[in-house]
């Protein structure tokens, strides 16, 4: 099959299980459908892991306002549930990470529960 340069077409070659090589054709505006595809996709992932860290920045601050008040058990809940998602959207090097491990040691430390807390704040430390 022939293709011109007029008609902006790309072949892409695909080989099924079955070992025959398909040839299939694709016109540019094909290809930028996928191209925009996959950007509104980024966009829209982008904009999940934006709302989630909004979510756990906003976790923090209760969990703070709870500690403040004695309500160590509460905050814990705050602090666990922002880490988890910190983890999730950021992985477990960044520093967010590490600021909640602090904030979740910080209660712990309260309750008694040293040695959970100095983990926690270890963990902090090597990020």
Do not use: M
Not at 18 to 32: F, H, P, Q, Y
Not at 54 to 70: M, P, R
Not at 76 to 100: F, M
């Amino acid at each position: 099959e022939r293709t011109s340069d007029n008609q902006a077409r790309r072949k892409k070659k695909k080989k099924p299980t079955n070992g025959v090589e398909l040839i299939v054709i694709s016109s540019d505006s094909e290809t930028a459908e996928t191209n925009n595809h996959a950007t509104a996709q980024q966009l829209s992932d982008e904009r999940e892991k934006e709302k989630q860290l909004s979510k756990s920045n906003k976790l923090v601050i209760d969990g703070n306002a709870l500690n403040d008040q004695g309500k160590s058990a509460e905050a814990l809940l705050r602090y666990q549930e922002a880490l988890d998602i910190r983890l999730k959207v950021l992985g477990d090097s960044h520093l967010k990470v590490a600021d909640t491990c602090n904030y979740l040691g910080n209660p712990l430390a309260c309750q008694g529960k040293y040695e959970e807390a100095i983990k926690l704040h270890e963990k902090a430390l090597k990020i």
